[in-house]
């Protein structure tokens, strides 16, 4: 199977920004012959709003954008993200560590080291060390990276190439972080396309290292990137809740359809307006704005 997917976090309504990319998402897929999934991305349960998947899909379904197969919920996949932290453990991949934002942020570093990394100051502890360790704090569980960079090929930045880190599988309260579990539910549900938004760029490479490391180089080399542009605010910041009437129900509540939001957004991507299917059929990811896109309020 061949599949791309939209993988909203279920924590409150999706704002216009969240609905170009998965019209984007809908777009590269439908384009290119291949399934589209909707995957949950409901790891943080402080962050999850009750009612807010079904809220969204609906919103998504009101533009459109349709999907096939199983609706995935990362909640629900635990004993998944475990294994491939077994697989990864049994190659001597994986270590714990203690160390607070604070610690990482004042260790001492080598001079090339890119803002952010992790120093790598627990991966040579000794037995002994680590149990003290773990009697101050529990453990994280961080990947050894065995490069320093990796690249991701991307239909719209070329080959984005990022320097990959000692990076977190697993949280010390036990939750799959992010990089893993995008990674085990990608490949696990034939996932071959990843279109997002482009401040997620970064996280390419890592999840390309970490996709040859579990599941080999071939199927690395088989995923395709498509970052998007944002959307933005008047001040050019990535837009927000705070931004105004930015939901579809929000935009309800001045008069504004649906129909009319998913018209906005395809003039903003050089699309004809109307049914999808239109938009479909004059797809060509080269024409595609390069740049965020501003969005403007309508008037109260
Ligand atoms: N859940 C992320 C978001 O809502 C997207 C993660 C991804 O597409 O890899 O921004």
Not at 133 to 161: C, F, M, N, W, Y
Not at 253 to 268: K, Y
Not at 276 to 286: E, G, K, T, V
């Amino acid at each position: 199977m061949s599949a791309g997917r939209y993988a909203p976090s279920p924590s409150g309504d999706l704002h216009v920004g969240n609905l170009r990319t998965a019209l984007l998402a809908w777009l590269f897929a439908r384009s290119s012959g291949r399934d589209l999934l909707l995957r949950y991305e409901d790891l943080d349960a402080s962050r999850t709003v009750a009612g807010s998947a079904e809220r969204q899909r609906a919103d998504l379904e009101a533009l459109g954008v349709t999907f096939n197969g199983e609706v995935v919920f990362q909640s629900q996949r635990k004993h998944l993200y475990d294994d491939a932290v077994a697989t990864l453990s049994a190659q001597g991949l994986v270590y714990e560590c203690y160390c607070t934002r604070r610690e990482i942020q004042d260790a001492p570093r080598a001079p090339h080291a890119p803002p952010g990394a992790y120093p790598g100051t627990c991966r040579g502890l000794s037995e002994q060390e680590r149990k003290r360790r773990r009697t101050e704090r529990p453990g994280a569980l961080r990947l050894k990276a065995v490069r320093e960079q990796a690249s991701a090929h991307d239909r719209l930045r070329g080959t984005i190439a990022a320097p990959v880190d000692d990076f977190v599988l697993v949280r010390n309260d036990g939750a799959a972080a992010y990089n893993l579990a995008v990674v085990v539910d990608d490949y696990l549900t034939g996932v071959d396309q990843v279109v997002r938004a482009d401040d997620l760029a970064d996280s390419a490479p890592r999840q390309q290292h970490l996709r040859g490391l579990l599941y080999g180089e071939a199927a690395a080399a088989s995923v395709e990137y498509a970052h998007v542009p944002l959307v933005v605010n008047q001040a050019g910041q990535r837009l927000a809740k705070r931004d105004g009437a930015v939901t579809l129900a929000a935009l309800g509540e001045h008069g504004i359809r649906p129909e009319a939001v998913r018209d906005s957004l395809l003039r903003s991507l050089n699309l004809p307006q109307g049914p999808l299917q239109d938009a479909l059929d004059a797809f060509d990811p080269r024409n595609l704005p390069r740049g965020p896109w501003v969005w403007q309020s309508p008037h109260s």
